[in-house]
T-cell receptor
Framework: GNSVTQMEGPVTLSEEAFLTINCTYT??????LFWYVQYPGEGLQLLLKATKADDKGSNKGFEATYRKETTSFHLEKGSVQVSDSAVYFCALRGSGAGSYQLTFGKGTKLSVIP | DADVTQTPRNRITKTGKRIMLECSQT?????MYWYRQDPGLGLRLIYYSFDVKDINKGEISDGYSVSRQAQAKFSLSLESAIPNQTALYFC????????????FGPGTRLTVL
């Protein structure tokens, strides 16, 4: 079955530091890949997505590139802000039957300190 | 107003009680989902519905039931709550064609004592 593995947190960074959160996946075919963000006390929001190999998703200064050769979709941001403190989830949606279903990683909590 | 709403936002109940969590959406989506979130486990799918007459079990449906009262409403019930059902519950919706991006509600925090 499909699975998503992301780096365990928590991750604590100083403001303006560089962020990488690693995500690798296992899936057959050509899944779509997502990063969701959950701010404290809120539901999940889609941060960015990529639907095919070599696509780069980007939003709010965050980027992730769909790497089929390494089955990875690492999240990066060049300069984090305190407002980026949240839990980040990597997820995939399969390409075949059952492609409605999202498979989530366990989440990585990011804390950014001034 | 929020596109996907959940009620209640917080609930504390006792073991053995029946409880219902409600979800409403104004996005006009056909597909609706219920997930639970546990610390360190991510989100896991409980039930999903492709339309009012199509309801399916997800990864962890035991101990739960659902009702799709209308296109816009999807309720999750715990027939006899137990402590290990203490979790954060999320409802989500998506279109049935195209990108199928899932939109999440704000969550219901349920505590079973």
């Amino acid at each position: 079955g499909n699975s998503v593995t992301q780096m365990e947190g928590p991750v604590t960074l100083s403001e303006e530091a560089f962020l990488t959160i690693n995500c690798t996946y296992t899936a057959t075919g050509y899944p779509s890949l997502f990063w969701y963000v959950q701010y404290p006390g809120e539901g999940l929001q889609l941060l960015l997505k990529a639907t095919k190999a070599d696509d780069k998703g980007s939003n709010k200064g965050f980027e992730a590139t769909y790497r089929k050769e390494t089955t990875s979709f690492h999240l990066e941001k060049g300069s984090v802000q305190v407002s980026d403190s949240a839990v980040y989830f990597c997820a995939l949606r399969g390409s075949g039957a059952g492609s409605y279903q999202l498979t989530f990683g366990k989440g990585t909590k990011l804390s950014v300190i001034p | 107003d929020a596109d996907v709403t959940q009620t209640p936002r917080n609930r504390i109940t006792k073991t053995g009680k029946r409880i219902m969590l409600e979800c409403s959406q104004t996005k006009g989506h056909d597909r609706m989902y219920w997930y639970r979130q546990d610390p360190g486990l991510g989100l896991r799918l409980i039930y999903y519905s492709f339309d009012v007459k199509d309801i399916n079990k997800g990864e962890i449906s035991d101990g739960y039931s659902v009702s799709r009262q209308a296109q816009a409403k999807f309720s999750l019930s715990l027939e006899s709550a137990i402590p290990n059902q203490t979790a954060l519950y999320f409802c989500a919706t998506s279109e049935d064609t195209g990108r199928r991006e899932q939109f999440f509600g704000p969550g219901t925090r349920l505590t079973v004592l």
